[in-house]
């Protein structure tokens, strides 16, 4: 059985959510609406600033059992105490993430082509997030690669691993959500599609429910086939 329950990350992105949002309750309204996993990534702020704010998210959400993933940073994952990281192709070598964070850390990797799917096959790591799918106005993506793009990438992984949970990111909406499943992904990675919502609560919500039914859906193909 996976370790991780992909279906709906989460991401508490600093830099696009800005400074004057409680991040803890945004993560715990996240929770609510049926985030599975949540991502704090903050790329500017000083180590100290990041450590504080991890440690905020993680006691909002500790009780729920969700776990609480940081985003490139092994040092402040660690000073956090939090569940696990988020890993890519310019941070630090999954192989030394894990002997950093032992066997029961999450560790996800970032997937962006056939090289970084290898490296998904390789490495020991809990999840493989494919993409950017799409462009985001979070962050600048040169390359989309689109539902194509991933399904390539996730055949590769998936030859190997077929257990492991992949999921799909980057201009993934709630009309979007459905489609990413049906291109082969176990759950979509957010960041607009929740926290910049008026209400992140039920916009997590919304994007739950069209991921189980996509999920069902799918279910029903494979029992029909």
Do not use: W
Request: proline letters at 5%; a negative charge.
């Amino acid at each position: 059985m996976p370790k991780v329950d992909y279906r709906l990350n989460a991401i508490v992105d600093f830099d696009a959510i800005g400074p004057d949002k409680a991040l803890g309750e945004l993560a715990l309204a996240a929770v609510h609406g049926g985030a599975t996993i949540i991502q704090y990534r903050d790329k500017n702020s000083p180590t100290r600033d990041m450590i504080l704010r991890a440690r905020e998210i993680h006691a909002a959400i500790k009780a729920t059992g969700v776990p609480l993933l940081v985003n490139d940073r092994i040092d402040v994952a660690l000073a956090a105490g939090v569940e696990g990281v988020h890993v890519g192709r310019e941070d630090m070598a999954v192989a030394d993430v894990r002997r950093l964070l032992g066997p029961n850390a999450i560790i996800g990797l970032t997937v962006k082509n056939e090289l970084d799917a290898q490296a998904a096959i390789d490495g020991d790591i809990d999840y493989a997030c494919i993409g950017g799918l799409f462009e985001t106005p979070t962050k600048e993506n040169l390359e989309p690669i689109g539902f194509e793009g991933f399904k390539r990438l996730a055949a590769i992984i998936r030859k190997v691993k077929p257990n492991l949970p992949v999921g799909a990111i980057a201009g993934i909406g709630l009309e979007r959500t459905p489609l990413a499943i049906e291109a082969g992904a176990d759950g979509v990675a957010v960041i607009s599609a929740i926290f910049r919502q008026n209400d992140p609560q039920a916009a997590a919500k919304g994007l739950r429910d069209a991921v189980d039914e996509a999920l069902r859906v799918k279910e029903r193909q494979v029992k029909q086939a």
